[in-house]
């Protein structure tokens, strides 16, 4: 399907309440790896088709791949209800295996987790819940799922009722109606440039059920109180979206899918280092919008790569003189006079799946916005913010734009308007190094944000079923 460059390889997870479990990682190594590696995780709806993404990658020294995680795409079995699952969590292991096989058994050295959509909000939480481990060394965020995007009746109360059913019948289909417009911006047959299964990935996407939708709401809300993800992340998005259930001509230059707003919202609850990219004219998937988009986008990730995941030993990136194991061997120390001894960086810890799960946790259109591109040059993100009483919450940031050199922590790309407005983004202008109303903690602890006063407290996982409800 993909070619012949492309290996797969099915990871075995056992059996849930449907029957046997299993997940598909696909593969591609570089002509010339540099012992660096990069995992893409899918969207709700959807699976790896996107070559040209492995393409970049590859043509830079990564080593490429994806997971079709259990019940999607290549890793759907017949017996299966269709991107079903009870807790995001449940995919995990399917990750851990991932990684091990990327990093122990390929040996590379360095990971980056590229997400989409839900995979977005999967691999923040994951690479959260393993931080200690050292797993992940960057994370590339594609229009992430972190909010509905639906009016504050199904967001809060309605959403609240369906996690009540969610406990006694999980598998009961919600009435909700996915648009086919997102599809048809993307396909060959309809309005698109792109050929994929739409066994895999239909127009309208499948049943909406209510085990899943009380999942995603749980790692929502654990997104929105706060993560605290130890290395950097870089969030892109479009910088308009679109609700209609119709086709329009401006389906092909915004986010059809979810609200833009809602991830610029809620990205500085991901950790201390976070760099949020806009594209004008961008879809829901980023990598499937025009080919003057996807020059865009990927000239922006390559800086990004560039300012913080660049640092390669010199070995790795000569493979011949490299030993078949790819371990960069150190260069001789030079002569030093007498005293004491200068100090080494430590060498990176060896990969583990050591670590527990973290607790378990689509509006009107925007305008485009105008401007000019961003400076090229990669800042170093601080956090100004004065060390506070972590329980504290200082007063509402002045909404002012600010200037760019005020502003380390987020960048903007063309057009981009230095924050989002009060439009955008009610309630929650985006500050140097955190959202306003947030205290700051420790660099390594996460910063935790009360639930908005309309939230429904957060219930624990359903029990599993024993069959559908």
């Known amino acids: 399907m993909l070619g012949g460059a492309y290996e797969s390889q099915t990871i075995d997870l056992g059996h849930d309440d449907e029957g046997p479990v299993r997940a598909t990682l696909v593969r591609r190594r570089a002509d010339r790896p540099t012992g660096r590696a990069v995992l893409y995780l899918h969207g709700f709806a959807d699976y790896f088709f996107q070559a040209h993404l492995a393409d970049f990658y590859v043509e830079r020294g990564w080593d490429f791949y994806a997971l079709d995680l259990r019940k999607y795409g290549r890793s759907l079995l017949p017996h299966q209800t269709p991107n079903f699952c009870l807790d995001l969590t449940d995919y995990f292991p399917e990750l851990d295996a991932a990684a091990d096989i990327i990093r122990n058994q390929d040996g590379n050295h360095t990971l980056l987790v590229n997400g989409h959509s839900t995979g977005g909000l999967l691999g923040a939480l994951w690479t959260h819940a393993r931080r200690d481990s050292r797993l992940v060394d960057g994370l590339f965020l594609n229009s992430p799922f972190f909010d509905l995007n639906a009016p504050w009746l199904a967001r809060r109360p309605l959403a609240a009722a369906v996690a009540q059913l969610a406990r006694r019948m999980p598998y009961l289909v919600i009435p909700i109606a996915l648009s086919p417009v997102y599809g048809q911006s993307l396909h060959t047959e309809h309005r698109g440039e792109w050929t994929y299964d739409l066994t895999w990935k239909p127009l309208g996407g499948f049943p909406v059920r209510a085990g899943w939708l ?27 979206s679109l609700r209609s259930t119709t086709w329009h001509e401006s389906a092909t230059l915004a986010d059809t899918v979810l609200n833009v707003a809602d991830m610029a919202r809620w990205a500085p609850m991901l950790g201390r280092h976070v760099t949020l990219v806009r594209f004008d004219g961008g879809l829901h998937d980023l990598t499937l919008s025009s080919p003057a988009i996807r020059e865009q986008l990927f000239s922006e990730v390559d800086r990004w790569i560039d300012a913080f995941l660049a640092r390669t030993p010199p070995a790795a990136e000569t493979p011949t003189s490299a030993p078949p194991d790819r371990t960069p061997q150190p260069a001789p120390a030079p002569t030093a006079p007498p005293g004491p001894a200068p100090r080494t960086a430590p060498a990176p810890a060896a990969p583990t799946r050591a670590g527990t799960a973290a607790e378990p946790a689509p509006g009107t259109p925007n305008a485009p916005a105008a401007g000019t591109p961003a400076d ?30 005020a502003d380390p922590v987020v960048r903007r790309s063309a057009g981009d308007p230095a924050v989002p407005s009060p439009e955008e983004a009610p309630g929650v202008p985006v500050t140097a190094g955190r959202a306003a109303g947030v205290a700051a903690g420790p660099p390594d602890e996460p910063i935790r944000r009360s639930a908005p006063p309309d939230e429904t407290a957060t219930t624990s996982p359903a029990a599993r079923p024993a069959g559908h409800g």
Request: proline share 18%.
């Open 214 to 240: 009380a999942a995603i709401r749980r790692a929502q809300r654990q997104v929105q109180t706060g993560l605290a993800i130890s290395v950097p992340v870089l969030l892109t998005s479009s910088t308009r």
């Open 376 to 405: 090229s040059t990669p800042r170093t993100p601080v956090d100004p913010l004065p060390a506070a009483d972590p329980a504290a919450r200082p007063p509402a940031a002045d909404p002012t734009v600010p200037s760019a050199a």
